[in-house]
Every structure is written in structure tokens, then in C-alpha cells.
């Protein structure tokens, strides 16, 4: 346990919170590439750093490598808040991995209900329950079923906020007008109440997110590319909305990507490469990220961007 009060702190839940990379050559993390992408993240002044995101392959690691990742960020990240993503297969690990993140003085936690049997909800509500109970660290609900293959429905997200512990619930993003993303962020917000905080995810989406009513934008760029993901951030939650919307419309092609190239994971590491942050093929294997013609492309995209 920590001496953290009180459990549910929404005010940390809130913002840019940057997914980084966690770069693997030779089957090890290489530690001063990502020390460098956290560096990065501290100057940009994020709102917080999640460590062991997908964007940071946490499903590939071991406990002992994830618990070392722990410790470089809590080390390397300043006054910046630390979430720690603790999902593994089996309960045990995750509460090994809490009990990690606790020791290394993360400041809340990122849990997905990892799986390769369908878990059902029951499972899930018995697995944020039993972690929610063993820790004083804040817990996001962290909805992604583009990689855990779980859905979480509205009722479900209503039952984990009710638990003491629950600080956030990151939903995916989705394709729709601005009327439709404030129903559905209103229709969350009063399924969980005040008390919960709503983060959006899925980085094309962010902007529409924030502008609906979401608190948060959980971002797997904003971990390589953090400045233009906290314009927009800051712009939506100044009330600029025209603002946000417009300089997210002028990352249309980044967002392509994403779509043509089957998700953000690639994509981050290809740019993190092209800018010279990481070494070519930083994923895990079996992961070979995008081949010769893919990674010309999003360079392709980032020179005419300027991003940097």
C-alpha cells in the first residue's frame, strides 16, 4: 500500500497523458533510447507519462523487464506523473506488476484486461475489483478492444467507477459527427458519475474526444511526437474547439497512416526511427514493424508535416 490520498485523484487523470515506446534491440530494452523519448516528453511539458502502454509493447516484456521500465521512468520523468500499464494474462502477474509499480513510486495505473481465452464480464469486474483492492493507486479502465478483444459496455463502465480506486476510464475513439461524440461522452459521464475521469484514445480522434467533453487524451503519438498532441490537447480544454478540430485536421495524413497501416504501433516507431529517436526495428519480435516502402511513406508524411 501507499500513503497516496485520496484514491481516486481525477486532477491527475486529466490532459495529455504520452504513451512512449519502449525500444528493443537484441532482446533488450535499449534504455538510453528511452530514456531519450521520456526526456522528450518532460521538455514538452506532458501532463503525464503511461508507461507500458501497447505503444510500449508491455504485453511482450517480462515482470522483471517491465518493473525496469517502471524504475527508468519514475527516474527520468521529473515532476511529470507516472501511470504504469500493469494488464497480463493471469491476476498474478498484474498484482506482481502493481506491486512493481508501487515500489518504484508510480503515481496510478493503466489495467487491461489482457486475454487469450474470451474473458466475459464477470471476469473483467472480478479482475479490477481484486486489483482495485490491493493497491492505493488509482486504476484507468483501459478500453481497447482493438487489442484486448474485451468490449466494455456503458453498464460495465458504471460498475468499475462504483469501485473505490477507479480514477478513469480511457474509451476508444470512433468516427462520427461532434453531436454523436457529446452524446456518447454525456451518456458515459452519467453512467460513472463526476468523480471518474473520461480519457479518449485512438490519436485521430483526440480532438474530437476533448472537444465532446472528454478530460484526457491517452495518446500513442504524443509518447514520440508530444508538442503538436498537447497544442491540441490545450486548445480543447481552453474551450478553443474550432482551434483543436482545425490543427488536428492538419494531421489528416498522420492519421492516415494509422488507418492504411493497421493501427499506431507501426506507425510511432517508423516516425520515432525517421527522426533519429530510436534505431531501426525497435518492436518486440515477432512485431517486424512496416517494411522499406510503409517507412517511406510516413517519412514521407513527417518531412511535409515538419514534424519534429
Known amino acids: 500500500m501507499t500513503d497516496q490520498t485520496p484514491r481516486t485523484q481525477r486532477s491527475l487523470f486529466t490532459g495529455l497523458s504520452a504513451f512512449p515506446l519502449t525500444p528493443i534491440h537484441d532482446e533488450r530494452i535499449d534504455e538510453a533510447e528511452y530514456v531519450g523519448l521520456l526526456e522528450r516528453l518532460v521538455a514538452a511539458q506532458v501532463d503525464s507519462i503511461t508507461a507500458l502502454g501497447s505503444t510500449g509493447s508491455y504485453a511482450y516484456l517480462s515482470t522483471d523487464e517491465r518493473a525496469r521500465v517502471t524504475e527508468l521512468t519514475v527516474a527520468n520523468s521529473g515532476h511529470t506523473p507516472v501511470l504504469v500499464g500493469v494488464g497480463a494474462l493471469r491476476t498474478r502477474d498484474v498484482l506482481a506488476n502493481v506491486e512493481s509499480a508501487q515500489a518504484a513510486g508510480?503515481?496510478?495505473?493503466?489495467?487491461?484486461?489482457?486475454?487469450?481465452?474470451?474473458?466475459?464480464?464477470?471476469?473483467v469486474f472480478e479482475l479490477f475489483r481484486t486489483v482495485a483492492a490491493a493497491t492505493d493507486l488509482p486504476l484507468v479502465v483501459y478500453d481497447n478492444p482493438g487489442t484486448t478483444h474485451f468490449t466494455f459496455t456503458t453498464e460495465l463502465y458504471g460498475r468499475l467507477a462504483a469501485l473505490d480506486g477507479i480514477a478513469s476510464i480511457k474509451i476508444p475513439g470512433f468516427d462520427a459527427a461532434p453531436d454523436a461524440w457529446t452524446q456518447r461522452v454525456d451518456e458515459i459521464r452519467a453512467a460513472v458519475g463526476d468523480h471518474v475521469s473520461i480519457g479518449v484514445s485512438g490519436d485521430g480522434f483526440g480532438a474530437a474526444g476533448l472537444n465532446?467533453?472528454?478530460?484526457?487524451?491517452?495518446?500513442?503519438?504524443?509518447?514520440?511526437?508530444?508538442?503538436?498532441?498537447?497544442?491540441?490537447t490545450r486548445a480543447a480544454l481552453a474551450g478553443e474547439t474550432e482551434k483543436a478540430a482545425l490543427l488536428s485536421a492538419a494531421l489528416q495524413p498522420l492519421w492516415d497512416l494509422f488507418s492504411d497501416f493497421g493501427g499506431s504501433l507501426r506507425v510511432v516507431a517508423a516516425v520515432a526511427e525517421h527522426l533519429g529517436l530510436v534505431r531501426p526495428h525497435s518492436l518486440p519480435l515477432p512485431l517486424l514493424g512496416l517494411d522499406d516502402d510503409q517507412k517511406r511513406r510516413v517519412a514521407e508524411v513527417v518531412d511535409r508535416l515538419e514534424l519534429s
Open 106 to 123: 508510480a503515481q496510478g495505473l493503466l489495467l487491461a484486461p489482457v486475454s487469450y481465452q474470451s474473458l466475459t464480464e464477470a471476469d
Open 212 to 232: 465532446a467533453g472528454c478530460d484526457a487524451w491517452y495518446t500513442a503519438i504524443g509518447g514520440t511526437l508530444p508538442t503538436p498532441m498537447a497544442d491540441i
